[in-house]
């Protein structure tokens, strides 16, 4: 059976923890040790990782890359335009002739249904590097960071402020898998999908008061307004007027809250200088963790077969 890692609610919770442990494993292995040494299992020995990018990278490219490299393996990179996917040619033609020539893909794609139907098809595993649905590598580093800073993430109450997107999609499915409370603040205008917002249950609570989100909470998480490919850039910005994470926004949070961004971060915007460089800013960590979330998704994956 083929694994493939396009949602955070596909997998079960079981596996999910083991996957998260695996990152904290590795990370913890390689203290003290050059980026560019190979981990000592080697798990992706005389591997290959295809990775496709429709959108724009710098963190799933850079961590993706890294991660193939110090678990034994190489990558092949490729921007969609310059593939004869970008002529279109369908995608269930270019997961067929890719499953004969790598060990496994990975996808930065603009649909997510293109995402599904690859993988469909695929005969290798298929990892969702960010799609208009679901960005389920990025919570992964999200709690790892979480978990390196404040121990376990179940119990804890997390408070997301700002638009309802892919990332806020992901952390709703991984509220009920890792036990932890999800408070969403956003306009009405650009909530949550609601499939989505059904799937975290009643782990997750949504409000367009960003201080009745952010009261008590441990975790304070915000991202850009304006995604890639979103083209009402001044209606948004005026409809998230309000949901700019400040200092005093972060008052209203734990006494020893910390704060995340997937970036990058348009300061003042969704946040403030002096939050984002701020003591409780743990973004640099997030950024990092990336390398070893998807380093442990990537062993998960080929551990299948």
Same mark, same amino acid.
């Given at each position: 059976?083929?694994? %493939?890692?396009?949602?955070?609610?596909?997998?079960?919770? !079981?596996?999910?923890?083991?996957? #998260?442990?695996?990152?904290?494993?590795?990370?913890?292995?390689?203290?003290?040790?050059?980026?560019?040494?190979?981990?000592?299992?080697?798990?992706?020995?005389?591997?290959? $990782?295809?990775m496709i990018f429709?959108?724009?990278?710098?963190?799933?490219?850079?961590?993706?890359?890294?991660?193939?490299?110090?678990? =034994?393996?190489?990558?092949?990179?490729?921007?969609?335009?310059?593939m004869q996917l970008?002529?279109? !040619?369908?995608?269930?033609?270019?997961?067929?002739?890719?499953?004969?020539?790598?060990?496994?893909?990975?996808?930065?794609?603009?649909?997510?249904?293109?995402? !599904?139907?690859?993988?469909?098809?695929?005969?290798?595993?298929?990892?969702?590097?960010?799609?208009?649905?679901?960005?389920?590598?990025?919570? #992964?580093?999200?709690?790892?960071?979480?978990?390196?800073?404040?121990?376990?993430?179940?119990?804890?109450?997390?408070?997301?402020? =700002?638009?309802?997107?892919?990332?806020?999609?992901?952390?709703?499915?991984?509220?009920?898998?890792?036990?932890?409370?999800?408070?969403?603040?956003?306009?009405?205008?650009? &909530?949550?999908? $609601?499939?989505?917002?059904?799937?975290?249950?009643? %782990?997750?609570?949504?409000?367009?008061?960003?201080?009745?989100?952010?009261?008590?909470?441990?975790?304070?998480?915000?991202?850009?307004?304006?995604?890639?490919?979103?083209?009402?850039?001044?209606?948004?910005?005026?409809?998230?007027?309000?949901?700019?994470?400040?200092?005093? $926004?972060?008052?209203?949070?734990?006494?020893?809250?910390?704060?995340?961004?997937?970036?990058?971060? %348009?300061?003042?915007?969704?946040?403030?200088?002096?939050? @984002?460089?701020?003591?409780?800013?743990?973004?640099?960590? !997030?950024?990092?963790?990336? @390398? &070893?979330?998807?380093?442990?998704? $990537?062993?998960?994956? #080929?551990?299948?077969?």
């Amino acid at each position: 059976m083929v694994r %493939h890692f396009l949602d955070i609610h596909r997998l079960s919770a !079981e596996d999910l923890r083991g996957i #998260l442990d695996d990152a904290h494993a590795r990370k913890a292995a390689r203290k003290g040790w050059p980026r560019g040494r190979v981990d000592a299992d080697a798990p992706a020995t005389d591997h290959v $990782l295809a990775m496709i990018f429709e959108k724009n990278s710098t963190r799933t490219r850079f961590s993706f890359d890294a991660a193939i490299r110090q678990l =034994g393996g190489d990558s092949i990179i490729a921007n969609a335009g310059d593939m004869q996917l970008g002529r279109g !040619e369908p995608v269930e033609d270019t997961a067929r002739v890719l499953s004969r020539m790598v060990d496994a893909v990975m996808i930065r794609a603009n649909s997510h249904d293109d995402v !599904e139907r690859f993988a469909r098809v695929a005969t290798v595993p298929v990892i969702n590097g960010l799609t208009d649905r679901s960005h389920p590598c990025q919570i #992964l580093a999200d709690l790892q960071t979480i978990e390196e800073q404040r121990g376990p993430i179940a119990g804890k109450t997390l408070a997301w402020v =700002g638009d309802g997107n892919n990332v806020c999609h992901s952390f709703m499915h991984a509220a009920p898998k890792f036990g932890f409370r999800f408070n969403v603040a956003c306009p009405a205008d650009y &909530h949550p999908d $609601l499939r989505d917002l059904a799937r975290g249950g009643d %782990h997750v609570t949504l409000t367009s008061d960003p201080r009745e989100a952010v009261a008590g909470a441990d975790v304070v998480i915000t991202d850009t307004w304006v995604s890639m490919g979103d083209g009402d850039y001044e209606d948004r910005l005026a409809a998230f007027e309000a949901y700019t994470v400040d200092a005093a $926004l972060m008052a209203t949070a734990a006494s020893d809250a910390v704060f995340l961004h997937c970036l990058p971060a %348009h300061r003042g915007e969704e946040v403030t200088d002096a939050v @984002i460089d701020g003591p409780q800013s743990l973004v640099w960590d !997030e950024a990092e963790n990336r @390398i &070893h979330a998807q380093k442990a998704v $990537l062993a998960w994956c #080929l551990a299948g077969g």
